[in-house]
């Protein structure tokens, strides 16, 4: 388990948000007849007869469960593990990665179900996501897509380690289960903590092992966009001239990218690109539009570790071209013809 979050910070967190998801969870419940009769009616009187409303309310109600779920087993796990001294041991680590699988697969279904999120993965994207094992590099336009590869990866029986921004320890979910899976919660405004992180990552890597990290740092945003392509025109020229075409996602940020490429030179690299998420720029506005009419288009391509340069400026302008390249493939697909 990589951590290097004092003790003091983390409880103090989990003494706020394990109650408040307990709480939230336990009100839904059982206060579920009420909640969902009051949706119908307001999409009633919407005029929405599909019921987004409604199906949105039941997906949140599914997540919280889930999430307590995962906060009453985790200190059950905690026992098992010899009270927390043998939480790092494999087995421990199998526990915790079938809670969460279980918890995935519960609720990529629901998605699917309630909201209409399907997936369209292309001929031959599935052949690239092998292991052996991986850096994941994904982009990121909503908070949907950030369990896309742990999805994709399960669906083919293997694990993945997620590089998370830090404010999803709010979730009590991911703080207590996807640390102790070896996953790494990255603050944005601590670099050399996040790269002795990441560095850490390595350990435990194996064959059936991906490394996700979504490099864009962020979700996409039009105005972010305009915002760092005119920051790279001051910084570096020449990179700015390299991603000016972008239209889609943000620049890569390196730094996280180079970084894991340093810690597990053996790894391949798996790019992996999608669309369909791209006109909803928050969940409250695919809220809006659900049960979603296209399903999620899903492509992926992979860099043999032998092929991708070793110096960082020649790795820099590679990163960037595969960024390129998947800025093009979203754009022949959502761009109207």
Same mark, same amino acid.
């Given at each position: 388990?990589?951590?290097?979050?004092?003790?003091?910070?983390?409880?103090?967190?989990?003494?706020?948000? +394990?109650?408040?998801?307990?709480?939230?969870?336990?009100?839904?419940?059982?206060?579920?007849?009420?909640? *969902?009769?009051?949706?119908?009616?307001?999409?009633?009187?919407?005029?929405?007869?599909?019921?987004?409303?409604?199906?949105?309310?039941?997906?949140? *109600?599914?997540?919280?469960?889930? #999430?307590?779920?995962? +906060?009453?087993?985790?200190?059950?796990?905690?026992?098992?593990?010899?009270?927390?001294?043998?939480?790092?041991?494999?087995?421990? +680590?199998?526990?915790?990665? %079938? /809670?969460?699988?279980?918890?995935?697969?519960?609720?990529?279904?629901?998605?699917?179900?309630?909201?209409?999120?399907?997936?369209?993965?292309?001929?031959?994207?599935?052949? &690239?996501?092998? $292991?052996?094992?991986?850096?994941?590099?994904?982009?990121?336009?909503? *908070?949907?897509?950030?369990?896309?590869?742990?999805?994709?990866?399960?669906?083919?029986?293997?694990?993945?380690?997620?590089?998370?921004?830090?404010?999803?320890?709010?979730?009590?979910?991911? @703080?207590?289960?996807?640390?102790?899976?070896?996953?790494?919660? +990255?603050?944005?405004?601590?670099?050399?903590?996040?790269?002795?992180?990441? #560095?850490?990552?390595?350990?435990?890597? #194996?064959?059936?092992?991906?490394?996700?990290?979504?490099?864009?740092? %962020?979700?996409?945003? $039009?105005?972010?966009?305009?915002?760092?392509?005119?920051?790279?025109?001051?910084? @570096? $020229?020449?990179?700015?001239?390299?991603? &000016?075409?972008?239209?889609?996602?943000?620049?890569?940020?390196?730094?996280?990218? /180079?970084?894991?490429?340093? &810690? *597990?030179?053996?790894? @391949?690299?798996?790019?992996?690109?999608?669309?369909?998420?791209?006109?909803?720029?928050?969940?409250?506005?695919?809220?809006?539009?659900?049960?979603?009419?296209?399903?999620?288009?899903?492509?992926?391509?992979?860099?043999? &570790?032998?092929?991708?340069?070793?110096?960082?400026?020649?790795?820099?302008?590679? /990163?960037?071209?595969?960024?390129?390249?998947?800025?093009?493939?979203?754009?022949?697909?959502?761009?109207?013809?």
């Amino acid at each position: 388990m990589i951590d290097a979050e004092p003790l003091a910070v983390r409880w103090r967190r989990r003494s706020r948000t +394990i109650p408040a998801m307990l709480a939230i969870t336990a009100v839904a419940v059982a206060g579920a007849p009420f909640l *969902i009769a009051a949706a119908v009616a307001f999409d009633l009187v919407q005029g929405r007869l599909r019921f987004p409303s409604v199906r949105v309310l039941l997906f949140g *109600i599914q997540y919280a469960i889930n #999430d307590s779920v995962e +906060i009453l087993l985790a200190p059950v796990f905690w026992l098992m593990a010899g009270f927390g001294t043998t939480l790092d041991r494999p087995t421990s +680590i199998r526990r915790h990665e %079938r /809670l969460q699988a279980w918890s995935i697969g519960v609720m990529s279904r629901r998605a699917e179900r309630l909201l209409g999120l399907r997936l369209d993965v292309e001929p031959g994207a599935n052949d &690239s996501l092998t $292991p052996g094992p991986v850096i994941v590099l994904c982009r990121h336009v909503n *908070i949907v897509d950030a369990s896309l590869p742990t999805l994709l990866y399960q669906r083919l029986g293997y694990r993945t380690r997620g590089v998370i921004m830090a404010e999803l320890l709010a979730d009590p979910g991911f @703080d207590l289960i996807y640390r102790r899976t070896g996953s790494v919660f +990255i603050a944005r405004d601590n670099g050399p903590q996040a790269l002795q992180l990441l #560095d850490r990552l390595q350990e435990g890597v #194996d064959a059936a092992t991906a490394i996700v990290i979504f490099p864009e740092g %962020r979700l996409f945003r $039009p105005e972010l966009l305009t915002r760092f392509l005119a920051k790279l025109i001051d910084t @570096d $020229p020449y990179r700015a001239q390299r991603v &000016s075409g972008l239209r889609h996602v943000l620049p890569p940020r390196p730094g996280g990218v /180079l970084a894991l490429l340093d &810690s *597990i030179p053996r790894a @391949d690299v798996v790019v992996i690109a999608h669309a369909g998420l791209d006109q909803f720029g928050s969940f409250k506005e695919l809220a809006r539009a659900v049960p979603l009419k296209d399903a999620i288009q899903v492509t992926a391509w992979r860099i043999a &570790s032998d092929t991708i340069p070793t110096d960082t400026p020649d790795r820099v302008a590679w /990163l960037d071209q595969q960024w390129v390249h998947v800025d093009q493939w979203i754009h022949e697909r959502t761009s109207p013809h």
